[in-house]
């Protein structure tokens, strides 16, 4: 059986910078939840604003890193203690990306809905040079209204 805490975005990012496949800490959030199994960490979920400044509506977060340690069932787990705890807040909608080769179905478990394929290639520009450092191809938008 899993629980839930909250957890700070210092320990959550430690727990993805240990665990996560191809994603590094992230800078700030708005909350932080653990999953929790026979009082151990097993998955963090960190939810801030939307990446993208289209999104960012003041009615809509994001799911900026979910990661596990392989636990069954904590992903999904998390996916839908991010969006009770985003409805609790006043927001109306949560979303996140995935990346192709992952199939969404703790997504799909937990509710969320696929809205389409988003984006991809590189954030640099000549105007407001980057350096890349995250998966660069086309993402899936997922999302969960109230």
Same mark, same amino acid.
């Given at each position: 059986?899993?629980?839930?805490?909250?957890?700070?975005?210092?320990?959550?990012?430690?727990?993805?910078?240990?665990?996560?496949?191809?994603?590094?800490?992230?800078?700030?959030?708005?909350?932080?939840?653990?999953?929790?199994?026979?009082?151990?960490?097993?998955?963090?979920?960190?939810?801030?604003?939307?990446?993208?400044?289209?999104?960012?509506?003041?009615?809509?977060?994001?799911?900026? =890193?979910?990661?596990? &340690?392989?636990?069954?069932?904590?992903?999904? +787990? #998390?996916?839908?203690? /991010? %969006?009770?705890?985003?409805?609790?807040?006043?927001?109306?909608?949560?979303?996140?990306?995935?990346?192709?080769?992952?199939?969404?179905?703790?997504?799909?478990?937990?509710?969320?809905?696929?809205?389409?394929?988003?984006?991809?290639?590189?954030?640099?520009?000549?105007? =407001?040079?980057?350096? &890349?450092?995250?998966?660069?191809?086309?993402? +899936? #938008?997922?999302?969960? /209204? %109230?």
């Amino acid at each position: 059986m899993l629980d839930r805490i909250a957890v700070s975005l210092e320990e959550a990012n430690a727990f993805i910078d240990k665990h996560h496949r191809h994603h590094s800490p992230v800078i700030g959030h708005k909350y932080s939840i653990g999953a929790v199994k026979y009082g151990l960490v097993v998955g963090v979920v960190i939810v801030g604003r939307p990446v993208s400044r289209h999104r960012d509506d003041g009615e809509t977060l994001e799911v900026t =890193r979910l990661c596990t &340690d392989g636990t069954k069932n904590a992903c999904s +787990f #998390l996916y839908g203690a /991010a %969006a009770k705890a985003c409805f609790a807040l006043g927001y109306r909608i949560i979303g996140t990306y995935t990346l192709p080769e992952e199939g969404g179905a703790s997504l799909r478990a937990s509710g969320w809905k696929l809205i389409g394929e988003r984006g991809g290639d590189s954030w640099n520009r000549q105007s =407001r040079p980057r350096i &890349d450092t995250h998966p660069l191809q086309k993402k +899936f #938008l997922w999302e969960f /209204a %109230a």
